[in-house]
C-alpha cells in the first residue's frame, strides 16, 4: 500500500543536495511528487511530498538519516479535505525594515484565526533611496466568519503605524 510522506531536510548549501536525497527516494521505489526548496544563508532546506509503499518506509527513513551533512525529518502525510469554511487570500508587505514588523502583523491574523499557507520574506534596497524594505508576499487561510472589511482596516492601521504598504485581497486563482 502506497504511504505519502513529508519530508524536511536541511544541510549545508552545495552541488548535489537534491540529487543525493533524490536518489535515497528512487533507490527505495519512492516517488517524489512536489516540493518547495531553497537556499539560504549558506544552508539548503526543503520540504517534498513523497509517494513509497509503506513496506520500504522504515529503510527510506534509516537511509534519510544516515546522509552526511544533512538533518532529514519524516512524517506521513495527513490526508485533508479542501475547507469549504476558508478563503485564500493574498498578502502582500513592503515598508522600511524594522525589528516586529511580521510579529505585528501576523498577531493580527492569528487573532483572526488566519493560517498563513505560504510566504516568502526578503530585505533589499530600495530603488531611489537605496534604505532597506522590508518584503513579505504570503497566501493566508481566511475563516469565511472574518469580517474582511473591518481585518483591512486594522491592517491598515499597523501599516500606517510603521510605516508599511499592506495589500489584502482574494487570491486569484485560488
Not at 483572526?112 to 533611496?129: D, F, L, Q, W, Y
Request: proline share 4%.
Amino acid at each position: 500500500m502506497p504511504e505519502s510522506l513529508i519530508v524536511s531536510f536541511i544541510g549545508d548549501d552545495r552541488p548535489g543536495v537534491v540529487r543525493v536525497i533524490a536518489d535515497v527516494v528512487a533507490r527505495h521505489g519512492g516517488s517524489w511528487q512536489e516540493s518547495r526548496m531553497s537556499g539560504l544563508g549558506g544552508y539548503f532546506s526543503g520540504t517534498a511530498r513523497i509517494l513509497i509503499s509503506s513496506d520500504s518506509l522504515e529503510a527510506l527513513d534509516q537511509s534519510l538519516q544516515s546522509l552526511e551533512g544533512l538533518t532529514c525529518i519524516i512524517r506521513q502525510l495527513r490526508e485533508t479535505s479542501p475547507d469549504e469554511t476558508t478563503q485564500k487570500m493574498k498578502l502582500d508587505i513592503v515598508g522600511p525594515d524594522r525589528p516586529g514588523i511580521l510579529q505585528d502583523v501576523t498577531s493580527e491574523l492569528v487573532g483572526h484565526g488566519i493560517n498563513v499557507i505560504e510566504m516568502e520574506t526578503e530585505v533589499r534596497p530600495a530603488s531611489m533611496s537605496g534604505e532597506l524594505n522590508f518584503i513579505a508576499d504570503a497566501l493566508v487561510e481566511v475563516p469565511n466568519e472574518v469580517d474582511i472589511e473591518s481585518l483591512d482596516k486594522q491592517l491598515g492601521a499597523i501599516a500606517r503605524n510603521l510605516g508599511l504598504d499592506i495589500l489584502f485581497e482574494e487570491s486569484a486563482g485560488e
